[in-house]
């Protein structure tokens, strides 16, 4: 009679410890992630343009409170080192540092790309965030049109230039960042030709980034390369396609316009 009651308390004892996990589990399953709380990034190095203000500013924010190895890549020295101690005395972060980027200025981008080189032995992620809008037909110290200067010849040089630290920091990220102007924007053909003819304006707009594409591609076999906003869209599909007819099977490489991945997210900003 004892023995029967103890093996029944037994049997529920177990069944009860059973529901238990299989009710705990599920609740932990459906609980909201917080990815502030829950995703770390100790140890990983992350640079950033355009991080001194804005929504750049608040990605470097949220990337330092995860523990990342932030670079503020701004192009004004006084508003970069208060934006660096601002986000150390928020996150408690003190590996915080910034770099003299002027993405106008092909000079600058390869004396900032020679410092990071030299700083660092690894780049976990390069967000690429920095830009101008529109502008009086400035043009750069090189001569080129101030916005293609900037948006695209700037961004590109310096992404080259960085390729082979993180070909060494693989798997990395490239996370390309744009905003809905960039459609407004003319060709740098159509800014220095009067005589454009409109009829030509769509072919030449069609796939403007796609020099960037067959110039890293498939240099950047390993390194993912996400980009966001609508208006990089054509950026997203002709990578793709690159990648596919370089290599058809390859798991390293990301290509998605829409989807982050949780442990690199990212936002954009202007830089002032």
Known sequence: MVFGTVFITLILAVFTYGF????????????????????????????????????????????????????????????????????????????????????????????????????????????????????????????????????????????????DLLKKSTPSRIINVSSTPLVAQDTANEKTNDDQKEDEQEEKTESPLKPVVDALTPEAEDISIINKSACVESFSAILDDKISESSPVNDDITVNPSTTIPEETSTANVDE
Request: aromatic share 6%; glycine share 8%; with cysteine.
């Open 20 to 163: 238990y996990k299989i009710a705990k589990r599920a609740w932990e399953d459906g609980k909201p992630l917080d990815y502030k709380k829950d995703i770390k990034l100790t140890g990983k190095i992350v640079l950033i343009t355009g991080a001194n203000c804005g929504l750049g500013k608040a990605t470097a924010l949220d990337l330092a409170a995860r523990g990342a190895r932030v670079i503020l890549a701004c192009r004004n020295k006084e508003k970069a080192e208060i934006a660096a101690e601002e986000i150390k005395s928020a996150t408690g972060n003190q590996d915080v540092s910034i770099v003299i980027l002027d993405l106008s200025d092909l000079d600058s981008v390869k004396a900032a790309a020679e410092n990071v080189i030299k700083t660092y032995d690894r780049l976990d992620v390069l967000i690429n965030n920095a830009g101008i809008g529109l502008n009086d037909q400035e043009t750069t110290k090189q001569g080129f049109d101030m916005i293609f200067g900037t948006n695209y010849l700037g961004h590109f040089l310096f992404t080259q230039l960085l390729l």
